[in-house]
């Protein structure tokens, strides 16, 4: 076997966390959680397909999901819980005398859901992951990427954060999404998006990779 062939297969047995990190638009696109959870698998397949590499991207996945759906948060904690097997039981009081850099879905995963279940609205509850040290950019981006389904983000952030990014394909991107979706806020989101367009290109990625 190559060098590069164990290289290879290292990255593919990935249970990091960065398959959770990034499978957010996953839980926007799709009108069943089975869907959703199906292809969040698909996303994660390509480079952390470890079972808990898996696991961590379906259930953000599917919390962000039930999030812009109308769930409450003790649907989402129930339904994590019995599907993943997650301890959301614990606070973060409980996590943060412990808690240190970790870069596994297993120890990073359940504590950003927990962020999001503690939290009075979405500024509050990327405060809250950041609170906990350790990978505090991935647990921002998974407890923010559920309180935006379940609260909307307000106004004032989403320019402040948009005025610190270069203008170029990164914007372009973010206006596509918002523009396909409508708008990303709970508050305005419609059900009736052209899926079609919605779909086609991660529908294609996935093709392309099965």
């Known amino acids: 076997m190559e060098a590069s062939d164990i290289g290879l297969k290292k990255i593919i047995r990935s249970h990091g966390n960065g398959s959770a990190m990034r499978v957010s638009a996953a839980g926007w696109l799709y009108d069943s959680i089975e869907r959703t959870r199906e292809v969040a698998r698909a996303t994660a397949n390509v480079t952390h397909n470890h079972p808990e590499g898996i696991k961590g991207a379906e259930a953000t996945a599917s919390a962000i999901y039930m ?3 109308g769930s409450s948060k003790e649907e989402i904690k129930e339904y994590i819980e019995r599907e993943f097997h997650y301890d959301l039981s614990r ?3 409980n996590i943060r005398p412990y808690y240190h850099h970790v870069e596994s879905c297993q120890e990073t995963v359940p504590e950003a ?7 009075k609205d979405f500024e509050d509850a990327v405060r809250n992951a950041v609170s906990l040290g350790g990978d505090t950019d991935t647990l921002g981006a998974i407890t923010g990427s559920i309180a935006e389904a379940f609260y909307g983000i307000p106004a004032v ?3 402040e954060c948009k005025s610190r990014i270069d203008k170029g394909l990164m914007t372009d991107v973010l206006d596509e999404f918002d523009h396909v979706l409508g708008s990303r806020s709970v508050d305005t989101y419609s059900d009736e ?4 367009q919605a779909n086609q290109m991660i529908e294609a990625a996935i093709d392309k990779y099965y």
């Open 113 to 119: 859901i927990i962020a999001f279940l503690e939290s």
């Open 91 to 93: 606070t973060l009081d």
């Open 157 to 159: 952030l989403i320019a």
């Open 193 to 196: 998006v052209d899926e079609t």
């Open 67 to 69: 999030a812009r759906n």
